[in-house]
Structures are given as C-alpha cells and as structure tokens.
C-alpha cells in the first residue's frame, strides 16, 4: 500500500479526509496525487499536507495505481469519459460519488475495469465514517486489500456481495447521520423547554450520544439488550420509551429508511442514464 501511487480526481471534503487518515498512517505524500480544477484547494492541500498537485487530470492519471473518483456525481460521467483512454487496464478505480453504480462507470471508462463502489458517510470528515463497498469481477484480492486500507483511513469497512445492497446500505449509514442530527435536535429543544439552557443541552446531548455509541460499538450485546439494562420497570426511561412507541418510533424509521432507499435506487437510473 505505501508504495502505492493513489491518485484523486477532486479534492472536495472527502478526499482531503482520506488523504489525512493515509498521511496519519504510514502514508507518504509524495504518492500521492490530487487533481482538481480549483487552484485556490490545491493550494490548501499541498501546503497542509505536502501532496502533488495538477488542475490538468492528465498530468497524473497515467501514473495511478489507485484511481480514486471523487467528484459529484452529476459531473461523473463527463470527468470518467474524458479519462477513459488514459487509464492502464491495471489501474483499479475507486469510486465514491454517491448513486453511480460500478457497471456504468465501467461502461463509460469503455469495460472490463478493476472498479469498487464506495459509499462513505460525513462522519469520514473526522475519521469516524462507516464506508460500504463493492468490487467487480475485475477487482483482485490485492486491489480489494488496497481498496479496504484506502477506506479504512476515514472509519470503517464493510463489503456487499451484491451491489443492489448499497440502496439499503446508503438509507443506514449513508444517510444515517442526519437521522441522528434530527434525534439530537429534537431532544436538544425538548431539553430547553425543560428549562435547561442551550449550552448546557447541547453538550450533554452529544455526549450521551458519543456514550451510548461507544457502548453500543464494545459491548457483546446488542442494542436492544442495552436499552433494556438501562429501562428500570416503572422508572424514568420506561416512560420515555412508551411515549417513544406510542409515536410509532419504530416504524417512522421503517418508512425513513424505505424512503431513503427508493432515493437511491432513484438517482442511479437517473445518474446512470447518460
């Protein structure tokens, strides 16, 4: 992997993120490669992280062992195709735009690829992401290693046998996050109306949150048996959680995971089309 040369076509958020997790490893920068049209970003991470850089993708698309594609998505098919005739056959590209399934990047980069999906999330910004990948046919056990240290650099990782899994995949941990900003805003409001000032609820509603996902991370049990540990017959967290059910929790989330899968599945037709 260290000898690796991991060239990226964007240096948005995500990139950079990945870039600082390689780095903090055992990582060199002179092995790595950002191109991206924005002068002023590479300025940035070239100074903050000693990378090359290029705004031209052919400077450096000819000497990547790792291809990382990380544009948005509806710029994908423009920025692959262009590409296309530039890429070595040996060069595994990893992709993680968002909605672009493998098989139309492999069509517009012309077939018979080394391609992973990879879906992070924006906890990746703070090297704390949960990233679901795919690998084609095309992918060897050497190129899916590389693919798990590159990602494993922003959090963790998880592999589908089946691409028609990332859908579900993006409505959990893609899209999880705003679910979990949504639960601690709504307690956050629900607190100050308790009396409680904004400072005070704020800190103690994400650090119960960062709590209770540490224990659910190291903990044998599942989370159903933690929550049930912590509600007392007849105490104040039952009757926080029957409120919670008599809302129908469980199946809000049902219809917010749903939906949010249909999305997906959605914007990869309508991405993929081109």
């Known amino acids: 992997m260290e ?5 990226f076509i964007g240096g948005g958020n995500m990139a950079s993120s990945i870039i600082g997790g390689l780095l903090q490893e055992t990582f060199q920068a002179k092995n790595l490669y950002i191109c991206d049209p924005d002068q002023e970003k590479l300025n940035s991470l070239q100074q903050c992280h000693g990378v090359n850089v290029t705004t031209h993708n052919d400077d450096f698309v000819g000497l990547a062992d790792v291809l990382v594609l990380a544009v948005k998505p509806q710029m994908m098919h423009q920025v692959v195709s262009s590409l296309s005739s530039k890429i070595a056959k040996g060069t595994l590209v990893v992709s993680v735009a968002a909605g672009i399934r493998e098989r139309d990047i492999d069509r517009w980069l012309g077939g018979e690829h080394a391609i992973v999906r990879c879906m992070p999330n924006t906890p990746s910004l703070v090297q704390s992401g949960a990233s679901g990948l795919y690998a084609n046919s095309q992918v060897s056990e ?4 590389l693919a798990e240290s590159l990602m494993r650099a922003v959090g963790i990782v998880v592999w589908l046998q089946d691409e028609s899994q990332m859908d579900a995949l993006t409505a959990v941990s893609g899209s999880g996050p705003a679910y979990f900003f949504l639960v601690m805003e709504a307690m956050e409001k629900a607190a100050e109306q308790l009396g409680l000032p904004h400072e005070m609820v704020h800190l103690l509603t994400v650090q119960t949150a960062l709590g209770a996902a540490k224990m659910a991370m190291e903990s044998e049990e599942g989370v159903a048996e933690l929550r049930r540990r ?14 919670l059910q008599k809302g129908e929790l469980e199946a809000t989330f049902a219809k917010a995971l749903q939906a949010a899968s249909n999305r997906s599945k959605e914007l990869a037709e309508i991405l993929g089309g081109a």
Do not use: L, Y
């Open 3 to 7: 000898q690796c040369k991991i060239v």
């Open 142 to 145: 050497a190129q899916h290693d």
């Open 230 to 243: 912590v509600t007392s017959p007849g105490g104040t967290t039952e009757q926080g959680i029957i409120a």
